[in-house]
């Protein structure tokens, strides 16, 4: 059986009914004594089916029948520093001829044996519809799963290196307003700075928190703000959020 990245999208029958079609006029006694005239209909037919299969294979189809081909390595070499930045460039590369914004994360091997490929969208709204095409159109195959966006985590301590700053969970608190079916949010961080370096950490941790697809789509508006740590009682730790997007 071919793998779901390689069947034919629509109707079987929009091929097949013209080879029963030809068939039946084949046997029709003027026809055969006519072999050039079958012969020309013959090439011209199989023209014509082959291109509409060929047309077939979009960007999508094509990222993941090469990725089909590839997948023994990403299972296997993920964690091989030595081939590890190559491998790594060569699916970029791959991705971005389908969309140039998009990005990706492989899990470690679950117990199950089960490894995971996240397709982002770096949190670019543009380009959701892209990645939700994609992994719509994924493969089913052993030991892999896919997923669209990046996940929640579970767990209420999380901490990351983000280049030579160090920042978790534990040094954001909150407060929240709802505003046209939207959730505005006033993050109060520890030592912030006001870098971008900073930002892009936190939204690292919001990703993991909530979901990219929850960040994108019910979060409005963010204010970044210097915790005062004699304020914390006015407000909500930041593994609270969670609670606070899913009522």
Wanted: aromatic share 12%; net charge positive; proline share 3%.
């Amino acid at each position: 059986m071919l793998d779901k990245a390689t069947q034919f999208r629509g109707d079987k029958s929009d091929f097949v009914r013209p080879i029963y079609k030809l068939y039946d006029i084949f046997r029709e006694p003027h026809m055969k004594k006519k072999p050039l005239q079958i012969l020309i209909v013959i090439l011209i037919t199989s023209s014509i089916m082959g291109f509409a299969i060929f047309k077939k294979e979009n960007k999508e189809d094509k990222f993941w029948n090469w990725f089909v081909k590839n997948q023994e390595t990403y299972y296997n070499q993920t964690e091989n520093n030595e081939i590890r930045e190559k491998i790594f460039d060569e699916l970029s590369n791959k991705l971005k001829e389908v969309n140039p914004d998009l990005v990706f994360e492989f899990s470690p091997k679950r117990a199950n044996g089960i490894r995971e490929l996240t397709i982002s969208a770096d949190g670019i709204r543009e380009a959701f519809p892209a990645v939700e095409s994609l992994i719509k159109k994924s493969p089913e195959l052993k030991n892999w799963k896919f997923n669209a966006f990046r996940q929640r985590t579970r767990g209420n301590d999380f901490e990351i290196q983000y280049g030579d700053l160090k920042i978790g969970y534990s040094d954001i608190y909150f407060k929240s307003k709802k505003d046209n079916g939207k959730l505005n949010i006033q993050l109060n961080i520890r030592d912030f700075n006001g870098k971008a370096q900073t930002q892009n950490a936190i939204y690292i941790l919001l990703d993991n928190l909530l979901g990219e697809y929850d960040v994108e789509t019910k979060i409005g508006g963010i204010d970044w703000v210097k915790l005062d740590e004699n304020n914390k009682e006015n407000l909500k730790p930041f593994i609270e959020l969670r609670d606070a997007i899913d009522k």
